[in-house]
């Protein structure tokens, strides 16, 4: 079944959950299924956690907080965010700083996390899945574990697709129940069968620059 329309990052999850082999869906989202998560990214980064205190509960401020304490977000929070920074995002909180909330403004700040909605940012509720796993989506790529190659599409043979990438052929074999998005403006749909042509642009995420693990097809809007 073809999804709705997707963000950009809700596709960075759907790509984390195939690349970490998590659960994309599902009723169990529990402080474990977070640490899992959150280890599976630090096993791709190939880095130590700082922290092997677990979450407290799946609930957003805790949620962030053992994000503050496994990524080093206090640091970097305390080297790259103002107090005015903190200030203008949480104008209507006076817990602004507290851990979670540095934590939630560097990752606003630096784009891992939405900026929509960022005055009601409510940390008492259950971090989202789909959340998590995008903002873990963005920080592995941010971190070079995933990558894109770009180009127009020049063959189509079973799985194997060839982009022309600036001027080169490079052939890449996708691999079976890789994602497949069409991407509209700035919006996405994960197909189960994308229409895909010869010359359509289109964008393949490689995992350690090598192994396909998602493929976007750029859609004309005039045909």
């Known amino acids: 079944q073809d999804s709705g329309i997707l963000t950009e990052q809700q596709v960075n999850a759907r790509i984390f959950s195939a690349i970490a082999g998590l659960p994309d869906a599902g009723t169990s ?3 474990r299924d977070a640490q899992m ?8 980064l190939r880095f130590e956690p700082r922290s092997s205190v677990a979450p407290v509960s799946s609930r957003r401020g805790d949620v962030l907080a053992y994000l503050a304490a496994t990524l080093d977000l206090d640091r970097y929070a305390a080297v790259v965010t103002m107090p005015e920074d903190r200030s203008y995002y949480f104008p209507q909180t006076v817990a602004r700083e507290t851990t979670p ?13 939405p900026a929509e909605g960022l005055d009601r940012v409510d940390m008492n509720v259950a971090m989202p899945r789909e959340e998590l796993y995008g903002l873990l989506g963005s920080w592995v ?8 190659a770009t180009g127009k599409i ?14 080169k052929l490079t052939r890449f074999s996708l691999p079976v129940n890789i994602p497949v998005f069409r ?7 994960e197909y189960r069968n994308a229409p895909v042509t010869i010359g359509d642009r289109a964008i393949i995420t ?3 620059g090598k192994t396909p693990v998602a493929l976007v097809i750029n859609a004309y809007l005039d045909g």
């Open 101 to 113: 909330y540095r934590a939630a403004a560097f990752l606003i700040k630096f784009g891992f996390l």
């Open 37 to 44: 998560a959150v280890t599976a990214a630090m096993r791709k």
């Open 29 to 31: 989202w529990s402080a």
């Open 154 to 167: 020049v063959t189509i043979a079973g799985r194997d697709v060839t982009l022309k990438i600036e001027g």
């Open 141 to 148: 790529r941010k971190h070079g574990v995933i990558s894109d």
């Open 183 to 189: 991407k509209i403006n700035d919006r996405y749909q």
């Open 206 to 208: 490689l995992e350690s």
